[in-house]
């Protein structure tokens, strides 16, 4: 491909079948709204990875709040051991989904396994034990304001574990040092900066050896560059840690550097959803203009 765009895109004319004429758009605004054709790209990924198998499955999960319906039959696979992107533009139900996949919400229909476990059929202890398996970094990095960042990434250890004070030590000072936090660690959340916040959520939240990482937008209010360091860091932990790590945003370029695995959202439902070079390579019109950062397409402002 000659004519590539400034975000790697081959650029509409060149693939066949993508152009966007009045017809398709006719189709996508019929009541079902848009076609989200495709879980191909996710079956030739399968295809591609024998040995991989899905950490998490979502499964016709339909929600809604009110008359407000925010997940409308969502499918997905998330692959075990791997960096997977959930890319969508605001207010698609991104935020609602996380919540469903740690049984902070639940599906009026539909059903989410985590591991091959029903999480709407747990009991609570079980449920516990199951979100045990995950390190959340939520958007503003969700510190108490009134510790430190030591006793910060300490807290979850302190709680959940019957480690010594002194092996608590050495672990909080090797995820401060992961994340490039010494020398800070009496400092209070107040006194840092928004990306020094994210670190230190992002250090919190491996301090339990977690399986699963998600991170909800981790680079919303940071500057491009910090949101670079930062994806560059969510790589090389997981380089070091493995681990299967879900990342929720709605920046391309994040989605571009880290994701092995992407999905994109709309509308509550899975437009597409395959690996990283398939999904930059989509056919798909919806899928093309989210990622191709295009004005034309299926996408306004509504
Ligand atoms: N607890 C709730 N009760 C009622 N409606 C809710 C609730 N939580 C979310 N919603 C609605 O669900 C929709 C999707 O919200 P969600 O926060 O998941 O979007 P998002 O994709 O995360 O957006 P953003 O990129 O802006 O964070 C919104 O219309 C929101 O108002
Ligand atoms: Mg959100």
Redesign the pocket.
């Known amino acids: 491909m000659s004519n590539i765009d400034e975000t790697g895109i081959a650029l509409e004319d060149e693939v066949e079948g993508a152009g966007f004429d009045p017809s398709t758009r006719e189709m996508l605004d019929q009541a079902a709204e848009y076609s989200y054709d495709l879980h191909s790209g996710q079956d030739t990924f399968r295809e591609e990875h024998p040995g991989d198998f899905w950490s998490i499955q979502v499964e016709n999960v339909h929600k809604t709040?009110?008359t407000?319906s925010?997940l409308n039959g969502l499918n997905l696979g998330i692959p075990e051991g791997m960096i997977t992107v959930i890319l969508?533009?605001?207010?698609?139900?991104?935020?609602?989904?996380i919540k469903h996949l740690i049984g902070l919400m639940f599906p009026d229909e539909g059903q989410i396994l985590v591991h091959g476990d029903s999480v709407s059929k747990m009991r609570m202890s079980k449920l516990l034990e199951m979100r045990r398996k995950f390190g959340i970094l939520f958007q503003d990095g969700a510190l108490f304001g009134s510790m430190n960042l030591y006793d910060n990434v300490a807290f979850p250890l302190r709680q959940h574990t019957d480690l010594s004070e002194a092996q608590i030590h050495d672990i909080v000072f090797e995820r401060l040092a992961d994340v490039g936090l010494i020398g800070a660690e009496t400092r209070g959340p107040a006194e840092i900066s928004g990306g020094m916040r994210k670190r230190a959520g992002f250090a919190r939240a491996l301090v339990l050896e977690p399986e699963i990482v998600m991170f909800d937008?981790p680079d919303s209010g940071l500057d491009p560059v910090r949101t670079a360091l930062l994806c560059g860091l969510i790589k090389e932990m997981h380089t070091r840690h493995g681990g299967t790590y879900i990342v929720i945003t709605?920046d391309i370029a994040s989605a571009r550097q880290i994701g092995e695995y992407i999905a994109v959202l709309w509308k509550g439902r899975i437009v597409e959803a395959g690996g990283a070079e398939t999904m930059f390579d989509s056919k798909n019109p919806f899928v093309r203009q989210f990622l191709g950062r295009r004005v034309e397409g299926p996408l306004g402002m509504e």
Do not use: A, D, I
Not at 88 to 97: D, F, H, Q, R
């Open positions: 709040f009110g407000n925010v969508g533009p605001s207010g698609t139900g991104k935020s609602v989904l937008e709605h």
